[in-house]
Nanobody, 119 residues
Framework: QVQLVEFGGGLVHAGGSLRLSCAAS????????MGWYRQAPGKQRELVAA???????KYLDSVKGRFTTSRDNAKNTVFLQMNSLRPEDTAVYYC?????????????WGPGTQVTVSS
């Protein structure tokens, strides 16, 4: 099994910054993609940013130029640096990983961390 835990959520004023981190632990053989999703009240969960083990990234259009994702493969950790935050970025942010725990690749999720941006 693989466990994911997010850190770094909180309350910030518009224009401010937050840095989220997510650490994967457990019987990990390998991790391919890691990513960040978010879900605001009454809205569907959406992919915010993803990063492959080789470093290739992709972003939601509305966060391009403001958010940056990176990872430390040695520590099975992924980060999301969020700058110039807007009230519409308010959501629960979830970490996800496509990981092999010894019986093939499965998708794993963290419990989520709240990000609130005040206007």
């Amino acid at each position: 099994q693989v466990q994911l835990v997010e850190f770094g959520g909180g309350l910030v004023h518009a224009g401010g910054s937050l840095r989220l981190s997510c650490a994967a632990s457990g019987s990990i053989v390998s991790i391919n993609a890691m990513g960040w999703y978010r879900q605001a009240p009454g809205k569907q969960r959406e992919l915010v940013a993803a990063i492959r083990s080789g470093g290739a990234t992709k972003y939601l259009d509305s966060v391009k130029g403001r958010f940056t994702t990176s990872r430390d493969n040695a520590k099975n950790t992924v980060f999301l640096q969020m700058n110039s935050l807007r009230p519409e970025d308010t959501a629960v942010y979830y970490c996800a990983a496509d990981a092999d725990a010894g019986w093939g690749t499965s998708e794993y999720w963290g419990p989520g961390t709240q990000v609130t941006v005040s206007s």
